[in-house]
Nanobody, 121 residues
Framework: QVQLVESGGGLVQAGGSLRLSCAAS????????MGWFRQAPGKEREFVSA????????VYADSVKGRFAISRDNAKNTIYLQMNNLKPEDTAVYFC??????????????WGQGTQVTVSS
């Protein structure tokens, strides 16, 4: 079992920045892949970014390339999502996910509860 807890969401103006954190506990492994997804009201869950904890492999959705950056601190079992130049269309609940297989789909076995990000116009 792995537990994931997101934090760092909030309300910001367009052009502002936030850093999301996802702390993992339980049977974690440095071999895990972890990622970020988001879901806006009335929309399907959308891939944002993912990475391998035992390497530097990363991938980003086209909508966030150049604005968001994923990083990790393996000693703390934590990943981060630095979100810069935020746009109103970034408004969503952001979810952290983890598993042994690197994926850009929603097929991760472990998920956090989500943290709300709201970007005002």
């Amino acid at each position: 079992q792995v537990q994931l807890v997101e934090s760092g969401g909030g309300l910001v103006q367009a052009g502002g920045s936030l850093r999301l954190s996802c702390a993992a506990s339980g049977r974690t492994s440095s071999n895990y892949a972890m990622g970020w997804f988001r879901q806006a009201p009335g929309k399907e869950r959308e891939f944002v970014s993912a990475m391998r904890l035992n390497g530097a492999s990363t991938v980003y959705a086209d909508s966030v390339k150049g604005r968001f950056a994923i990083s990790r601190d393996n000693a703390k079992n934590t990943i981060y999502l630095q979100m810069n130049n935020l746009k109103p269309e970034d408004t969503a609940v952001y979810f952290c996910a983890a598993g042994l297989v690197f994926s850009i789909t929603s097929g991760y076995p472990y998920w956090g509860q989500g943290t709300q990000v709201t970007v005002s116009s």
